[in-house]
């Protein structure tokens, strides 16, 4: 069974920082490009960014210099990075997994507020 479990989420003030976590297990973890994607409040859901199999990151131009997603494969593990976070970075971020049965995490949710 696929499973993707999003944690590290919470409420930080504006300029803070965060690092999410993406823990999977089911199915073989290095042999996925692997993606955040986040849901602001009233908007719909948006890729954030993706990083491939070989270890290559790519970013959405709204969070370009200031996310930086990584993965662990050892530990079956993704990650956000988030620095200078900004209010409008509000919003449940989701770990994916693409594929002819593509997974989703439950989301964890960020809030940016002072």
């Known amino acids: 069974q696929v499973q993707l479990v999003e944690s590290g989420g919470g409420l930080v003030q504006p300029g803070g920082s965060l690092l999410l976590s993406c823990v999977t297990s089911?199915?073989?973890?290095?042999?996925?490009?692997m993606s955040w994607w986040r849901q602001r409040p009233g908007k719909d859901r948006e890729y954030v960014a993706t990083?491939?199999?070989?270890?290559?990151?790519y970013h959405a131009n709204a969070v370009k210099g200031r996310f930086t997603i990584s993965r662990d494969n050892a530990q079956n593990t993704l990650y956000l990075r988030m620095n200078n976070l900004k209010p409008e970075d509000t919003a449940v971020y989701y770990c994916?997994?693409?594929?002819?049965?593509?997974?989703w995490g439950q989301g964890t949710q960020v809030t940016v507020s002072s």
């Open positions: 990083i491939t199999t070989s270890g290559h990151p």
């Open positions: 089911g199915f073989i973890f290095r042999d996925y490009g």
């Open positions: 994916y997994r693409p594929g002819s049965v593509s997974a």
